[in-house]
């Protein structure tokens, strides 16, 4: 029976934890396009509103409005952007004090009726929600603005 000196045994496991830990290390991974918008309830900007689009496969994406109820969505921490292609959006303020008082029609959030197609490079989708939960007008654009579609079935 032969035994492995230690010093080979221990770069051998570094190596194995190296694989395992950073195959998202590199700059690969999906398409994505960065997308950026502007959240409105009745007009009016909303500060501290989170979006989050999820495509039909893989991570979703998040961003958090600012005081004019722009935000920008983040992949990860360091990586701005969503998935290229179909997202189901939902919008909530529920636990933030920055939007404290606005509480969103479930069909914004739980029960979702939102989507929005992401293309590769710019993406300006604005969202112009209303407290009685009235679809959204359209506004989409690629590198300029595009809102969210409300999908009819209610």
């Known amino acids: 029976m032969r035994t492995v000196p230690h010093a080979r045994y221990g770069l051998s496991m570094f190596v194995a934890i ?11 991974g999906p398409v994505l396009g960065a997308v950026t918008g502007t959240v409105t309830l009745d007009g009016q900007p909303l500060s501290g509103a989170l979006v989050t689009l999820t495509p039909e496969s893989g991570r979703s994406s998040s961003g958090r409005t600012d005081e004019a109820g722009s935000y920008e969505l983040k992949f990860t921490f360091d990586r701005a952007g969503a998935h290229v292609g179909s997202h189901v959006v939902r919008i909530t303020t529920g636990g933030n004090p ?14 979702t009726e939102l989507q929005t197609q992401i293309d590769s490079g710019s993406n300006q989708v604005d969202f112009d929600l209303t407290s009685d939960g009235a679809p959204p ?18």
């Not at 190296?18 to 690969?28: D, H, K, T, V």
């Not at 920055?98 to 029960?111: I, K």
């Open 18 to 28: 190296l694989a395992f830990c950073c195959p998202g290390c590199s700059e690969g």
């Open 98 to 111: 920055e939007s404290a008082g606005h509480q969103l029609p479930a069909r914004y959030n739980s029960e």
């Open 137 to 154: 007008s359209p506004s989409r654009k690629r590198s300029s603005a595009r809102t969210a579609a409300l999908v009819s079935g209610s």
